[in-house]
Nanobody
């Protein structure tokens, strides 16, 4: 089992920045590929960013590429999402997810992640 707890969401104006964090407990954090997803009202949960076990490889949705940065600190069991140049369309609940796998490949499919946090709200005002 992996328990995930997100923090750091909030309200920010368009063009601003926000960072969200996710602390993991349970199984060894470094054995998990980590991802961030988001879900806006009335929409499906979508992939935002992912990072390999060592942090050496990352992937981003086209909509956030160049604005968001995912990183991880395996010593602190924490994954981060730095969000810059925020837009109103970034408003959503952001979820941290973990994929326990022998592979380190970053995956974008929601079904590949077996553990989820409770989510943190990010609201971007225009």
């Amino acid at each position: 089992q992996v328990q995930l707890v997100e923090s750091g969401g909030g309200l920010v104006q368009a063009g601003g920045s926000l960072s969200v964090s996710c602390v993991a407990s349970g199984r060894t954090f470094s054995n998990n590929v980590m991802g961030w997803f988001r879900q806006a009202p009335g929409r499906e949960r979508e992939f935002v960013a992912g990072i390999s076990k060592s942090g050496g490889n990352t992937a981003y949705a086209d909509s956030v590429k160049g604005r968001f940065t995912i990183s991880r600190d395996n010593a602190k069991n924490t994954v981060y999402l730095q969000m810059n140049s925020l837009k109103p369309e970034d408003t959503a609940v952001y979820y941290c997810a973990a994929r326990l796998s022998i592979l380190s490949r970053v995956v974008t499919e929601r079904k590949e992640y077996g553990y989820w946090g409770q989510g943190t709200q990010v609201t971007v005002s225009s």
